[in-house]
């Protein structure tokens, strides 16, 4: 028996000390590790300036970087989910509905808006990654669909900005029937002879990506975006190989036919209907004439295989077979375009084009 016995106490932390640097002063770049002043990522439309590593955006932020002086009106602001299935897997839908709400302010995964894009009126969807992973449920396809449909009597062009986990297994196959819903309102879009313009961003998976998010006339990626169907993880099990390095980024399937572009801030390919023909971001100018044509050899036939080749227009090259959507001016038709009409095979011609074959 000891006569002493001393009482052992844990041993405390050191009181944290108050840090001078407010916090979100400084963010830390995932790719390059670069510490970036929060201020200047912003301006830099959060693309890190060391190694253009793209910074998942919010809608808002989404959208003030696409509307002219950051300017927009939104449309149907207040529809919201009302759980028809009355759907519980770890704790409630509504419960995440309401968590969704408080995280971002908003009542779902998608904000559409209509405002002035280069000085053309155009409307706009954009995703929110931050409710329930920007996934696609009733709200969001009937959303889409009302800003698809808003546009046709009004003449304006559309742009859909995806970044999404795919339709919402809460709202089962209710979510599903959005793919058909928002593919059937870009039918029609494309009947009224308006163009498209897709913006997939990472990332942009499931339903999103097997409907509206690959429908466009033209589709733009950001770097090193994650965009597919099924996981790799999934694909890697169900076929039993080892997937190529860089599956599924926006490198890989541009290189594979699945996009048109992929570029460091969107800002500038969603002005591609505008400077593609003359090469320069020239000064607006009056409407005209729309027209989707695919970049091919003169005098080629227009079902011959092999027959594309690629063209230069202006200074820009265009890739065989690509897509582009081309303005001409009603007042001064642009020579660059208008003298290489041979070399185009027109796919939608806006009323009264000279090229059209309608």
């Not at 300017?71 to 309401?98: C, M, N």
């Not at 304006?156 to 709202?171: D, K, L, N, T």
């Not at 265009?318 to 582009?324: S, Y």
């Amino acid at each position: 028996m000891a006569w002493f016995k001393r009482d052992r106490k844990p041993i405390a932390a050191p009181a944290e000390k108050s840090s001078r640097v407010p916090e979100g002063t400084w963010v830390k770049c995932p790719d390059c590790g670069q510490a970036l002043f929060n201020k200047d990522l912003v301006a830099n439309l959060h693309v890190c300036p060391k190694c253009a590593h793209h910074f998942r955006l919010g809608s808002l932020d989404r959208l003030r970087t696409l509307f002219d002086g950051e300017q927009w009106v939104e449309h149907d602001a207040g529809l919201r989910s009302t759980d028809p299935l009355a759907f519980i897997d770890t704790k409630p839908y509504t419960q995440r509905l309401k968590a969704g709400a408080k995280a971002t302010g908003m009542l779902d995964a998608v904000v559409c808006a209509t405002g002035r894009i280069d000085g053309i009126e155009t409307s706009v969807a954009a995703m929110e990654y931050s409710f329930i992973g920007g996934s696609m449920g009733v709200v969001v396809g009937e959303k889409i669909t009302r800003a698809i449909e808003r546009a046709i009597p009004a003449r304006q062009p559309v742009v859909i900005v995806s970044c999404s986990g795919g339709a919402r297994m809460m709202e089962g196959i209710l979510s599903l029937m959005q793919m058909a819903k928002v593919s059937a309102a870009l039918a029609r879009l494309s009947q009224a002879r308006l163009p498209y313009i897709s913006v997939l961003t990472d990332p942009t998976t499931g339903g999103v990506t097997a409907s509206y998010a690959m429908l466009g006339d033209v589709n733009v990626a950001e770097p090193k975006a994650l965009i597919g169907f099924a996981g790799p993880r999934v694909i890697e099990q169900t076929i039993r190989q080892t997937l190529p390095e860089g599956f599924q980024r926006s490198e890989f399937l541009l290189a594979h036919g699945m996009l048109d572009l992929v570029v460091v801030n969107f800002g500038d390919p969603v002005r591609i209907w505008r400077n593609v023909g003359s090469g320069t971001a020239a000064a607006p100018r009056p409407m005209g004439h729309w027209i989707g044509v695919r970049a091919r050899q003169p005098g080629a036939n227009r079902d011959a295989i092999g027959g594309w080749l690629d063209i230069e227009i202006g200074g820009v090259t265009i890739a065989a077979g690509t897509v582009i959507l081309v303005y001409l001016a009603a007042a001064n038709r642009d020579p660059a375009v208008f003298d290489r009409a041979d070399a185009f095979e027109p796919d939608r011609t806006g009323p009264g084009c000279p090229t059209s074959r309608s």
